[in-house]
Each structure stands twice: as C-alpha cells, then as structure tokens.
C-alpha cells in the first residue's frame, strides 16, 4: 500500500520560506506523477505543483515564479516544494498526491494523498 508523508511546515513570517518533503513508500517503482495541493480554511483544495516523472512541470498561477517543485530520491518518489517569498494567504494544510498516470489539477483522479502539513504565514 503507497503511504506519502509530508513534513517541513510550519509558521513563519511574510517574505521568509519553507520546504515541504513528501516521503513516499510501499510501491517500489516511479509515480508517474507526484503533486502539491493546499487547502485553506473554508476554501476547496487548490493544485500548486505537479511534476511528471520525466521533468515536466505545472504550476499553479498562485504560486508561479516564489514556489519551486522537484523530485529526488529512490525512483524519484520523494517530491519537494520549495517556497519563497511566502504571503499570508498562503497559510493552509498542504498536501501531496501520487498517481500512476494523471497529472492534472483535478482532485479525483489522484489515486494517493498524504495526511498533510500546516504552513501558516503570519503578516
């Protein structure tokens, strides 16, 4: 069974940056496609990051040009999110997802989804 676990939220000021790592394990060959999503109180989840296993990157336009995704690791299974210049309405839980295939913004198809972890941005 896939499990993903994302670490490296947490508070910080407006204008500073964060990492999020997202660990994947139980499935021994490369995710197609590996993503971040955040979801802010009161708000639906919204698609940052998704980055194909052969390079291809997209971004959200919320956070095109401060966040910066990537993968690494055994099969490049462990995926990051690098964030700059962090805004307040930034702050929400964030999210990973994995999928064999899919690669989109769209929230259904993700096969799998980490538990997630706070960033909150204070001003």
């Known amino acids: 069974q896939v499990q993903l676990v994302e670490s490296g939220g947490g508070s910080v000021q407006a204008g500073g940056s964060l990492t999020l790592s997202c660990a994947s394990a139980?499935?021994?060959?490369?995710?197609?496609?590996m993503a971040w999503f955040r979801q802010a109180p009161g708000k639906g989840r919204e698609g940052l990051a998704a980055?194909?296993?052969?390079?291809?990157?997209?971004y959200g336009d919320s956070v095109k040009g401060r966040f910066t995704a990537s993968r690494d690791g055994a099969n490049k299974n462990t995926l990051y999110l690098q964030m700059n210049r962090l805004k307040s309405e930034d702050t929400a839980m964030y999210y990973c997802?994995?999928?064999?295939?899919?690669?989109?913004?769209?929230?259904?198809?993700?096969?799998?989804w980490g538990q997630g972890t706070q960033v909150t941005v204070s001003s």
């Open positions: 980055i194909h296993h052969d390079g291809g990157i997209s």
């Open positions: 139980g499935y021994k060959y490369n995710m197609a496609c």
């Open positions: 997802a994995a999928d064999r295939s899919y690669c989109g913004f769209l929230l259904n198809p993700w096969d799998y």
